[in-house]
């Protein structure tokens, strides 16, 4: 074998062991050490400033802060896009918006997405080429059961939540997918709330856990929570925020978007009487199900050898009666999901490897969603296929100098008029309405000194434009399904 792959530094009585200290990610070890478990869990619509090791001041998110406290937070992290499929598409694939197969949401009647194709390589298939066990328990939205973006034709030996982002938008849905089986919620007919759609997904991710506990596996939690509608459980979390809020504004939803209404849109969002209480409670309760991982891992004792990744697929909406200004949900950051200013695309990511990660490290690396598949590759040893846009941030990972960066990093949105994005180092361009006019004019910012892009330079650094405006030329390549400006 040539392929490298783990390798310890520390060697003590002929014997491999984790040191104290980094551990380096290279040779040829698989034989000796055994393969890491991987849980990717990613939020939904989850912003920057919602956490709070990262400022939150009104939800508290213990088991978030922790595991950052115990990993490695980068600070200058990106989502894929700033809507769910394209993001997840990117995240799959390796490939940014401009490239990646699914660049927007597609949708399909009666249910599902446009479909991933099952020619390319994704995150689970590197995994099972790896000889992982492979599962994702949330929502999926790249593709309906049977089709070639089905999750099991994607490399995930099971599935089970919402296949469609759609039904996902309602947290008391009639069903789930258990693979191709349609698994019934009881009581849930669209008339009554009884059984909580994220708290069954969470259980089936725990048995995964606890099935899986003597062979490597790799599990994608994507979660539906915080995105809308806003619907929490009643419950302690729910009373304790409605209690810190105070008296709210009641959200009301259209007719027919409400439970029991006849007929009833299932892609809408509910009315709600404490809209900012139950935001806040499903964050908190995302919060407390990561702790419930946590925890799991350390009753099987998986935890030492087990990554942990978290992060969102792009910033904070403004659906469903939610006030992201409320919360500060974007931090310092302009924009809202469904922006490419940095607040509906920089997100946090944390990664906690014990023995390999130093607890409480935090890095400014410029990354992307497209950089995990290249990274896992080579942590596990398998071939990095050469036309990604991803690049490795194992180094980063490793403490070691001689990171690779990026070129630029890019995003493309296909809805409200069109927007491209492109961040080259310090320099981000932002492009509004280019499907009217491929030669709108180029907001040009310098997110070191001014990270709010509260101040457009493109009228003062004209040479710098120029050189963005090619970059949005040779970023992307045509795509006959998602048409964009050609």
Not at 88 to 116: D, K, V, W
Not at 266 to 291: C, E, F, T
């Amino acid at each position: 074998m040539n392929k490298s792959i783990l390798n310890v530094l520390l060697l003590l009585s002929g014997t491999a062991i984790f040191s104290c200290s980094n551990k380096e990610i290279k040779g040829n070890q698989r034989e000796k050490e055994p393969l890491p478990n991987v849980i990717f869990i990613l939020a939904d619509d989850l912003g920057y400033g919602d956490l709070g090791f990262l400022g939150q001041k009104i939800i508290e998110t213990p088991n978030l802060d922790r595991l950052a406290d115990e990993g490695l937070f980068f600070s200058n992290h990106y989502s894929g896009a700033t809507v769910c499929a394209p993001s997840r598409s990117a995240l799959m694939t390796g490939l940014h918006t401009g490239r990646t197969p699914i660049r927007g949401n597609f949708e399909i009647q009666p249910e599902g997405q446009y479909p991933l194709p099952d020619s390319l390589l994704t995150l689970p298939k590197l995994f099972k080429n790896a000889g992982y066990v492979t599962g994702a328990f949330g929502k999926w939205g790249l593709g309906f059961v049977g089709t070639e973006g089905d999750p099991n034709h994607q490399g995930f030996d099971r599935f089970f939540g919402y296949n469609c982002q759609r039904i996902a938008h309602r947290y008391y849905p009639e069903y789930l997918w258990d693979n191709n089986q349609k698994v019934i919620l009881p009581g849930n007919d669209w008339t009554q709330k009884i059984t909580y759609a994220p708290d069954i997904i969470h259980q089936k991710s725990l048995d995964f856990i606890e099935e899986n506990s003597k062979n490597p596996f790799f599990m994608f939690v994507p979660m539906v929570m915080p995105h809308a509608e806003l619907a929490a459980p009643e419950g302690e979390l729910l009373e304790y925020y409605r209690g810190k809020i105070g008296e709210e504004v009641p959200h009301s939803a259209p007719v027919g978007w409400d439970y029991g209404d006849d007929p009833i849109n299932i892609p809408g969002y509910q009315s709600n009487v404490w809209p900012k209480a139950s935001y806040a409670a499903m964050v908190g309760l995302l919060d407390k199900q990561v702790g419930e991982i946590l925890r799991k891992l350390d009753e099987l004792g998986l935890t030492e050898n087990t990554i942990i990744i978290f992060s969102s697929d792009n910033g904070p909406h403004v659906e469903g009666g939610n006030d992201p200004d409320f919360f500060n949900s974007n931090g310092v950051f302009r924009g809202f999901k469904r922006d490419l200013y940095e607040g509906g695309i920089r997100i946090p990511m944390i990664m906690k490897w014990p023995n390999v990660i130093q607890p409480g490290r935090k890095t400014d690396h410029i990354s992307a969603f497209w950089d995990f598949l290249p990274t896992f590759a080579e942590i596990l040893g398998e071939d990095i296929p050469g036309n990604l846009d991803g690049i490795s941030f194992l180094p980063t990972i490793n403490g070691e100098s001689g990171q690779q960066s990026h070129k630029y990093l890019y995003w493309e949105f296909h809805e409200l008029g069109g927007r491209q994005a492109i961040r080259k180092g310090d320099w981000k361009a932002i492009k509004y309405g280019v499907k009217s006019n491929p030669n709108a004019p180029i907001e040009l910012y310098n997110l070191g000194l001014d990270p709010a892009e509260s101040q457009d330079l493109a009228m003062s650094q004209p040479d710098i434009v120029l050189e963005m405006d090619k970059l949005f030329m040779e970023a992307r390549v045509p795509n006959p399904v998602f048409r964009f400006i050609e």
